[in-house]
Each structure stands twice: as structure tokens, then as C-alpha cells.
């Protein structure tokens, strides 16, 4: 095995991979994809990349057959091998009997690039031109193997995908520490090494505090659970390197973790998913730093936020699957694994089929500037809110009020949004919604090393004061 920071070590990384591919398991899903599909998976991946996901979207996401999510990840894992081997074929010093072991897996095909038709990595050059190469394929590497996750889960190649991004990173790394090189130039926001946190004009003032406790015992958690209220719990959190030695308040920290911002997150564009304009893009975590999270509050007069045009919000995002490095940096509360009770009688979750049971706790990351909003909705898991960076108001309206929240119905597309109110909680309409005043809540200024409990059921209203960085962990 060469040293893991070597290009043979990606490649070694990439055959290993080919050769897992090559050999599939009679019961893979893939075998339900079209025989005439597999027929030219090895030869023209980039072409049943359309096609699968183009099948991909034409279903509700929980139903996609698992054939086309299988078919959509192989073929992105052999279109990054190409781009790979196209890099090498231009002239890098690797051990030709892995190129070899590759070119024969690959059927022998010539990778094209796909945007002007020519070999990649032929011609000469100096070292720029050369690092300026380099920067092209590893991103095209790093964009296909991450949009297998983000698109299609990469049933079955989780590790694969992780092991080869992971030896492209060591090699990358590499080549940046190389002292003939030049240092890449910061950007603003990353000199001082954390985040601005400057807060808004908009601070809410607390007149229905959510009781504190500091470090709660499991017992007396335990305990507090049978009496469905929310509850906000300090130090349970000390232990997390996120919050001291690998810190996620420093950008620079959080760019090497994510292999200097070029791993691919989905974004939502806009302040809540609740307002009109809203919508989804998937970019490099580089980009969404850069345009959503360094744009500077401390430049900007008064210290305003950027227009919600511009807002840009990683939210309920599955992260520490798709990057495991950020996951060590964290571990689940102990309270994640007590038994909570069911939805109360009579609230609109118990009317409902029982939520499926949880093998584990599932955890969600929540990152982006101030003034981004999850609307006031409900969901059908105890959650347990763990603030890492930055501050955030919650307002919580218990079950019992679900009426006076006016609750959404199902809308276009047969969509049900019963789970999320139509009222906007800090600019209410008090002609369409007159029952909104009367209803009882209770609320807080979740600070970082803090977490918040709240109940399955529990009406919730979230909004970022600064820039802000949460992990959920839902459980039942």
C-alpha cells in the first residue's frame, strides 16, 4: 500500500473500488435497472447519470426504487475514477501497474472531458498550469462522488465514496504544505479564526422563559419527560470537541474538515421555506461560506444582515453521514436514549399511525447566518437541540394549542403540510388569524453549549440571531 498521502494511494483507493463494482452480489437492486443500462455502465457512466436521475426525481424521494439510487451512485463512483485516471494519463508519477489494473477495469475507454472533447492532462505546461489542472479534476472528483450521496444516499458505497474522498484529501493536503508552493490567500472572516457575531437590531426580549437546569442527571431527565414540557439544559455539552479543540466556530476549521470547502452541501435560498421565492441549490461548502457566512456582518453598517434573497440555509441535512469527520466531533446526549412517551391523547400526532421506531437517534445539522427561519411547525419525534455556535430564539406552543396555530392542510401535489402553521409568528395578521394571540407559548435564547428539549408534538418557531450552527438529534 503507498503512503496515504501519495496520488497512488487514491489510485490504489480507485481500483479497489473498480473492482468492487465489477463484482456485484446477485440479490444488488441494480440487477432490477434495464439490462441494456448495466450493459453500458462501465463504457458511458456520465450518460446513466442522466438517466438515473432523471428516474430519481420522477418519484417521491421515500419511493424511488432502490435500483435507480444504486445505478445513480455506480456510475457516479466510475465517472470520478475517469476523471481520476484522466488526470494521471496526463503525466503524473504513479505506479503504472494500478494505472494499468484501472485502464483494464475502465474497459480500456479514453475519459473525454466533457466540456470541450479533448483528453484530459494532455499538453505541457508550467507548475500553474499544472495546479490549475489539478484544481479542476479533484473538484469534478469531489462533485461526483459527494452528488452520489446527496442525490441517492450511495446505497451500498458509503465506505467506497468515503475512502476515496478521504485519500484524495490526504493527497491534496499534501500538495498545499509543499513550502515551494505559494499560501492561499484568506479570506475575510477567517483571519481571526471564528465567525462574525455580531447581533442584529431584532433581539426578542424573554417574557415567558423555558425553565434552565445545569447538567441534568439522567434520573431527573427521565423524570421531567413525563411532564411533556420543554426544558433547556447547560453544560450536558463540555465534552464536545466541536465546542473547544475543533472548534466549528472557526471557519478555517470547518474548511479543513470539509476538504477546503470543496465538498458539495444542499442549500435552501431564501429565510423560511414557508416564503414565496424559496428554493434549493446544491453548492460547495466554499461557496455557501464565502456568499453566506463571511459576507461580514461586521462591515455592513449597523451590523444588517444580507437580504433574504440571499440567505442561504444548510438545514435538516443528514451531514455527518456524508462528511464522518465532522460526526467525531460530536457525540448523542445520553437523554437520546431514555424511553419518552407517545404523543398526548387527544393532540393531533396521536390521531395519527405511530411514527416508526428509531434504531438510533437521527441527527440533522442546522448552519447559516442570521435571520434564517424554520417556520413555526411540528414534528413527530422528542428532539433534543444542541447548540454549537452562535444563538437562536425558539418560541414552543404546546399540542393543546394546535388550534389557535392554524395548522397548514395538504396542499399542490397532494402535499400534507398539517405539520407546519400559516401564521408567521413575528409579523402575525391578526385579521386572518385572530386565535394566534391567545395562544400560550413559552421561549428562549438558545446560547452555544446549550440544548433544548422539546417534546414530540411541541409547536416550534426557530430563528438564527447570528451566525449559527445546531445538530438536532430526533429520537421516539
Not at 437523554?335 to 416508526?356: F, H, R
Amino acid at each position: 500500500m503507498p503512503p496515504d498521502d501519495s496520488l497512488n494511494a487514491v489510485l490504489y483507493r480507485a481500483l479497489n473500488a473498480l473492482n468492487t463494482l465489477t463484482a456485484q452480489t446477485t440479490d444488488d437492486p441494480l440487477h432490477s435497472c434495464p439490462s441494456s443500462a448495466l450493459l453500458i455502465l462501465t463504457t458511458y457512466p456520465a450518460a446513466l447519470l442522466k438517466l438515473a436521475h432523471s428516474k430519481i426525481h420522477s418519484y417521491p424521494y421515500s419511493e424511488v426504487p432502490t435500483c435507480w439510487r444504486r445505478l445513480y451512485t455506480d456510475a457516479s463512483v466510475r465517472e470520478a475514477i475517469r476523471v481520476i485516471r484522466g488526470d494521471v494519463d496526463g503525466g503524473k508519477n504513479v505506479e503504472r501497474g494500478c494505472l494499468n489494473g484501472i485502464n483494464a477495469s475502465m474497459n480500456g475507454t479514453e475519459d473525454q472531458d466533457r466540456a470541450g472533447g479533448q483528453k484530459r492532462g494532455s499538453g505541457g505546461g508550467g507548475w500553474g498550469d499544472e495546479k490549475e489542472k489539478e484544481k479542476d479534476w479533484v473538484q469534478e472528483a469531489v462533485r461526483l462522488l459527494d452528488m452520489a450521496v446527496i442525490i441517492a444516499g450511495a446505497p451500498r458505497r458509503e465506505e467506497m465514496v468515503e475512502e476515496i474522498l478521504g485519500a484524495l484529501q490526504n493527497y491534496v493536503e499534501k500538495q498545499e504544505l509543499d513550502p515551494g508552493l505559494p499560501r492561499k490567500k484568506r479570506r475575510r472572516g477567517e483571519e481571526d479564526g471564528t465567525f462574525p457575531m455580531t447581533e442584529g437590531k431584532n433581539v426578542p426580549e424573554i417574557r415567558k422563559p423555558i425553565p434552565t437546569v445545569s447538567n441534568m442527571s439522567m434520573a431527573s431527565f427521565e423524570k421531567h419527560l413525563k411532564t411533556g414540557s420543554p426544558l433547556v439544559i447547560r453544560d450536558a455539552l463540555t465534552h464536545w470537541p466541536a465546542l473547544h479543540e475543533r472548534p466549528w466556530k472557526s471557519p478555517e476549521y470547518l474548511l479543513k474538515r470539509t476538504f477546503g470547502g470543496r465538498r458539495l452541501i444542499p442549500v435552501e435560498i431564501g429565510r423560511s421555506y414557508t416564503d414565496e421565492g424559496w428554493g434549493q441549490k446544491i453548492v460547495t461548502f466554499r461557496e455557501f461560506m464565502d456568499g453566506c457566512l463571511l459576507h461580514g456582518l461586521p462591515d455592513e453598517p449597523d451590523g444588517q444582515a444580507a437580504p433574504s434573497s440571499s440567505i442561504g440555509y444548510l438545514a435538516q441535512h443528514d451531514l455527518f453521514t456524508q462528511i464522518p469527520s465532522l460526526r467525531n466531533d460530536i457525540s448523542i446526549p445520553d437523554y437520546c436514549y431514555t424511553d419518552p412517551p407517545p404523543p398526548s391523547p387527544g393532540t393531533p400526532l396521536a390521531s395519527k399511525p405511530p411514527t416508526p421506531k428509531l434504531d438510533e437517534p437521527m441527527l440533522n445539522a442546522w448552519f447559516g447566518p442570521a435571520g434564517t427561519v424554520s417556520p413555526l411547525h411540528t414534528d413527530s419525534y422528542h428532539n433534543v437541540l444542541c447548540q454549537v455556535v452562535g444563538k437562536k430564539y425558539v418560541r414552543l406552543y404546546a399540542p393543546t394549542e394546535s388550534e389557535k396555530v392554524y395548522p397548514k392542510g395538504v396542499e399542490g401535489g397532494g402535499i400534507d403540510m398539517s405539520n407546519t402553521s400559516e401564521v408567521d409568528v413575528e409579523d402575525v395578521d391578526p385579521v386572518r388569524f385572530p386565535l394566534f394571540e391567545k395562544a400560550e407559548y413559552v421561549e428562549c435564547i438558545l446560547k452555544a453549549g446549550e440544548c433544548l428539549y422539546i417534546p414530540v408534538g411541541w409547536w416550534h418557531y426557530v430563528r438564527s440571531l447570528t451566525v449559527s450552527f445546531s445538530v438536532s438529534f430526533w429520537w421516539n
